[in-house]
């Protein structure tokens, strides 16, 4: 890769400033009534006006100081670029926790050069919790801590402790998926739920040793898979393949390489 | 009820001193690699040094300060009292959610005058957050900011808002449970699970409206059901009876007493 490491400085300068200004929208409207809008389709897809707003505002900045900048976002979609550089944002992952109160939604933040992720943003703002992965590195701080991530050394699936959003055939799994997880779950020691984005930072923390999801698209993933990787974790597809190449969006994240191999042997059935 | 608005009043500043010193032992052992025990049988039911030593630091305190009063708690048992009133502790309610860094494990604590509960805590101690019911009032205090609890109108099940802690027919749920919440949630806008009883907050909030659950105990329900009340909420068993008074501790807590009727109408068959 062709750019300076000035550059990548500035650019996560702009990231942490982008989450604050998240912040300014998402948070006055956490647990204050925020609007909800139903996106389409047979089931319940909720926005709301934080992911919209929050969206707009960071869309702005970016726009304003890096016109030349590709942007994709959840909410608005992507704007092509000139030259190398994107911003992928989920201004709110979680929107169902968010409309049931839980602190468990996050606005995640990606700068991709030449399609690679370079830079994955977590942000919880009511627990004022922040991972911030780029050189390879990944750092969460709590209010004033700053700590250096690293994934658990599990290898065993019998001492695992796995998470999936939902684990019924009703949302992201379809029938094979959610059975498939059914599978795995049973082989490890706890399973917990309904955590979405926020999950891989717990894994990137060492408290969670596995994710198992499907249906994540590039605004969810982007900033997730360098999170995990910084953390010494692995992420790829269900097929041991990079993230985001099969049809599904099947992701799994992992502790250690050989909690990895074992996860993907049991999900292939 | 025949006691003093200041005895009432002495209970309630001990037990805020009581979350206080359970909070010195669990926030040190929170994402910190706690011990981890299994209690015994076939399925994983852990607990960590952080309940032990919680629960033994409260109970030395009640004991030196009220050794005539009962105490019920679920890592040492019941210690009979003299006289009307008993203490009901669960130093870590939601051990799996600790074990995997989430921060909706809580401390319960109740009090009791003659059987019935009089005082119920909910802690969360590394949000800060804390919910008090007493005198039928809930109040919740996050930092600094103190809130009236009032949990939300929704009537209609196809608006609310649904939440347990683990919807498979692994844990708390036998088949028929499983099946029975399963038939509900199908009937509601969104499911949430795994937040235990930091649950019952978010409904005294008014962030959730229904929390069905099964294999409640006594030290479970004694510090929700005054939170659940004290917010304008429902609770009661599955037949629509006393929390307590089956014998599975299957309990629903709703918003409203129409959503708690629709709710009793569908897990009912």
């Not at 389409?40 to 726009?63: K, N, Q, S, Y």
């Not at 999950?199 to 900033?223: F, K, M, P, T």
Request: charged share 25%; net charge negative.
């Amino acid at each position: 890769m062709s750019f300076s490491k000035e550059q990548l400085e500035e650019y996560t300068a702009f990231a942490a400033r982008l989450a604050d200004a998240a912040r300014g929208q998402t948070m006055p409207r956490f647990r204050s009534g925020a609007q909800i809008f139903n996106k389409a389709g047979p089931w319940f897809d909720p926005v709301t006006d934080a992911d919209r707003e929050a969206e707009r505002v960071i869309r702005e900045m970016i726009t304003k100081v890096y016109p030349k900048h590709g942007v994709i976002g959840e909410e608005f979609g992507a704007s092509e670029g000139e030259g190398p550089w994107r911003w992928v944002l989920d201004p709110v992952d979680g929107t169902r926790a968010f409309i049931c109160g839980a602190a468990t939604w996050v606005t995640l933040i990606a700068v991709e050069y030449e399609a690679s992720p370079v830079l994955g943003l977590i942000d919880q703002p009511y627990t004022d919790e922040r991972w911030l992965a780029v050189n390879g590195e990944t750092q969460f701080r709590h209010g004033e801590t700053v700590v250096k991530c690293q994934a658990s050394g599990v290898r065993d699936l019998s001492k695992a402790r796995i998470s999936t959003t939902d684990p019924r055939p009703v949302a992201y799994f379809n029938d094979r998926e959610s059975e498939a997880f059914a599978r795995l779950s049973k082989t490890t020691r706890v399973a917990r739920f309904s955590m979405d984005a926020y999950a891989y930072g717990l894994l990137a923390l060492g408290e969670i040793d596995l994710v198992v999801e499907a249906g994540l698209q590039h605004h969810d993933y982007a900033a997730l898979a360098p999170v995990v990787i910084g953390a010494g974790g692995v992420m790829t597809n269900w097929a041991g393949g990079p993230v985001g190449t099969d049809d599904r969006g099947e992701t799994i994240a992992a502790a250690t390489p050989e909690l990895h191999a074992a996860a993907l042997d049991i999900l292939a059935g």
